[in-house]
């Protein structure tokens, strides 16, 4: 079955860039999604086909794909940003989803 | 405002079944595809199924395909997800949230807990 590769954990400091990286095959041919978990709530679409930013998501979040690598970046990351984030995409034939492993950001 | 509130979560033991269901409103339910989508304590996010506008097409995960289906009930404004041959690696957070096009899972419930244990 299709997966979607992330690292577990990416830690910066106050004020750093942080990058989220995600890994899929289908990646060159499918969107990325990216969703934002905090702690006990559900999880908030961030960053939508690639690059789009929702509205109401702060423009510190960015996103961008290249091949099979999509990448989420957080600059200029607050304390209120840690969180868990997970990639989403589909697989080639567009019918099955999934999600990455998850990254936990850890920002202090 | 937009509102998706599950219910239906409990104990269960292994073997035996379970129906979730997933009120939505705020929306025209009947235009949109729904997805369900669980967490395992401590775990990250498994995508379970998706269910198409018209409750015409579905489409599993495989670690639950031939055991859970969702269905919708339009005129209910309501989806469901019926669990059948539950298994103790089923015990998770279960949320539904709707698929729009350019945004999918844009609006997620709170999610209900499912226990499978014997």
């Not at chain 1, 992330?6 to 860039?17: A, C, D, E, F, I």
């Not at chain 2, 639950?64 to 669990?83: A, E, P, W």
Request: overall charge neutral.
């Amino acid at each position: 079955s299709y997966e979607l590769t992330q690292p577990p954990s990416v830690s910066v400091s106050p004020g750093q860039t942080a990058r989220i990286t995600c890994s899929g095959d289908a990646l060159p041919k499918r969107y990325a999604y990216w969703y934002q978990q905090k702690s006990g709530q559900a999880p908030v679409l961030v960053i939508y086909e690639d690059s789009k930013r929702p509205s109401g998501i702060p423009e510190r979040f960015s996103g961008s794909s290249s091949g099979t690598m999509g990448t989420l970046t957080v600059s200029g990351a607050q304390v209120d940003d840690e969180a868990d984030y997970y990639c989403y995409s589909t697989d080639s034939s567009g019918n099955h989803r999934v999600f990455g492993g998850g990254t936990k950001l850890t920002v202090l | 405002q937009v509102q998706l509130v599950e219910s239906g979560g409990g104990g269960v033991q292994p073997g035996r079944s379970l129906r979730l269901s997933c009120a939505v409103s705020g929306i025209k339910f009947s235009s949109y595809a729904m997805h369900w989508v669980r967490q395992a304590p401590g775990k990250g996010l498994e995508w379970v199924g998706i269910i198409s506008y018209d409750g015409s097409n579905e489409h599993y995960a495989d670690s639950v395909k031939g055991r859970f289906t969702i269905s919708r009930d339009n005129s209910k404004n309501t989806l469901y997800l019926q669990m059948n041959s539950l298994r103790t690696e089923d015990t998770a957070v279960y949320y539904c949230a709707r698929d729009e096009a350019q945004q999918p899972l844009d609006y997620w419930g709170q999610g209900t807990l499912v226990t499978v244990s014997s």
